[in-house]
């Protein structure tokens, strides 16, 4: 029981360990993105790119600029949707990880390479 509440607190404060998921498992879009990426863009949404501050602190902490979100389109919206995949790194081309969340934020997994 006690394990249960270590977990589950863990998770509430973000430093529980995000699983992992291979690129062909995202999503068609998240796996074009990713592309785009390691290709420095051009990207479809114009706020992809941006400085995510991990305020969540569900990534491992970093200074601030070291993450960067993308938003990954999802089909029939038409708004950003849940979908993104931050990357971290400062070399936006090659960066040190990237994670994917379909919630939000609310958990990640991180893209094995």
């Not at 999503?27 to 592309?35: N, Y």
Request: net charge positive; proline share 8%; charged share 25%.
């Amino acid at each position: 029981m006690r394990v249960f509440f270590a977990l589950l607190l863990a998770g509430w404060l973000g430093l529980a360990q995000a699983g992992e998921i291979a690129p062909r498992d995202l999503p068609p879009e998240g796996r074009e993105l990713i592309q785009l990426i390691h290709e420095g863009g051009p990207f479809p949404g114009r706020r992809d790119g941006i400085v995510f501050g991990n305020y969540e602190r569900q990534l491992p902490a970093q200074q601030r600029g070291y993450y960067r979100e993308y938003t990954v389109p999802t089909p029939g919206l038409s708004h950003r949707g849940a979908r993104r995949i931050v990357c971290g790194g400062y070399e936006t081309r090659r960066p040190d990880a990237c994670y994917y969340t379909a919630d939000h934020y609310r958990s990640f997994k991180r893209i094995r390479e």
